[in-house]
């Protein structure tokens, strides 16, 4: 009995799973969009943004519930993720 709900509850993981995927793809074209508008390696970090980036999340966080330090995680892992995208794509258009 309980690895049927254990079962149902991983199928809506992977249903969200997929979402993800979707919401990254269209992050990924948004990246895609400011790199190409980025003239100098050095505009590709930036801190200030960074940090204004991290202090929203852990603001929202909060506000609906979600532990911040999990959201902080996966947006600074997601951000250094996109960073290394960039360097590797500067130029290459």
């Not at 947006?75 to 258009?93: C, P």
Request: aromatic share 6%; hydrophobic share 40%.
């Amino acid at each position: 009995m309980k690895d049927q709900i254990i079962k149902k509850i991983r199928g809506k993981l992977d249903k969200l799973d997929d979402k993800i995927l979707f919401i990254i793809k269209k992050r990924s074209i948004l990246v895609n969009q400011i790199l190409s508008n980025k003239t100098k390696k050095k505009q590709i970090v930036d801190r200030k943004r960074i940090k204004i980036i991290l202090k929203n999340i852990k603001k929202k966080s909060i506000r609906r519930g979600i532990d911040p330090r999990i959201t902080k995680g996966i947006w600074i892992a997601m951000i250094r993720e996109f960073v290394k995208y960039e360097y590797r794509n500067f130029k290459k258009k």
